[in-house]
């Protein structure tokens, strides 16, 4: 009998699930040709009874070990088998999908993208340029007097301000890259300039160290202050909806000359005025005007022959005023109440 059971432990343990065709009907009949009711186990167990007492202790240890080689044989069949079906399930691609959460993008980018969208309709290409920019860009070329605020370390960032070096700064506004463009480029041209600018501005509701700005330059022979206008109005009627007016004030920038600060009529209360336009029925929306020609002279653009208008506007302030957000600090602080409001918009 003993030599009888240890066959069954060899032929069990021998067993492999991998030559199975019906994989779980194969360990099925595994199971119960050994465990079953009338299988070998209980089988060798009558026989058991039978056998005279000196050999019980021997063929009994010979049983039980029969007993678990079957056990853990049927115990390796079935992870087997589960992590089969694991794997199946995870190359099978007709499965529906668990749901995921759709990102969107940032209000940010969102408004900075419409702005590049309504200008591209007119002709304007993107212009791209460095962050960290020499005093040259910055200022010189832009016909900032030498003791302007703006070259002050309390408005700006500086990197290196040493004496008798070049300045280096990050970029305070975007119309260094007008600067870049004009530079490299021959009349005509027509660009925007969308991009991120620093000030050494305490952080509040309403200023931050780190926006947004966009910036138009349109050069090219006969370019009129009329051209201008133009584009302004069909800027604002595009971004703030047709009724949109627009009024223009006299302004001052060092590279822009006759400059202008446009507004539109409010769009909260459609100019009656309200708590948003102060009561005056009109939103202070950007900064323009005609490009200075020492400005276009000092890119090597003639300004004899050609002349040119500028633009730039707060992206964070657009935002606000379209979105009707009360306060600058909530673009950066990421909470996702504020952000998944933009959810919808592509
Ligand atoms: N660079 C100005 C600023 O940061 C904005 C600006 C005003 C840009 C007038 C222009 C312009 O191109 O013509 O406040």
Known sequence: MKAEILEYIKEIQETRIEKFK?????VEQFRIKYLGKNGVMNQLFEQFKTVPNEQKKELGQALN????AAQQKIEEFKNYVESKEESAHLHDLTMPTD????????????????ISEIFSRIGFTVAESVEIEDDWHLFSALNFPPDHPARDMQDTFFVEKEEGKQEVALRTHTSSVQVRVMENNKPPIRIIAPGRVFRNEAISARAHCIFHQVEALYVDKKVTFADLKQTLLYFAKEMFGEQTQIRLRPSYFPFTEPSAEMDISCNICGGKGCNICKGTGWLEILGCGMVDPNVLEAC????????GFALGMGVERMAMLKYQIRDLRLYFENDLRFLKQFESII
């Not at 019906?22 to 194969?26: C, L, P, V």
């Not at 090597?300 to 002349?307: L, P, R």
Request: glycine share 6%; no cysteine; charged share 25%.
């Open 22 to 26: 019906d994989t779980a009907a194969e």
């Open 65 to 68: 070990q029969l007993k678990t």
């Open 99 to 114: 749901f995921s959460e759709l990102g969107s993008r940032h209000v940010l980018s969102v408004v900075m993208n419409e």
């Open 300 to 307: 090597g653009i003639d300004s004899k022959q050609y002349s």
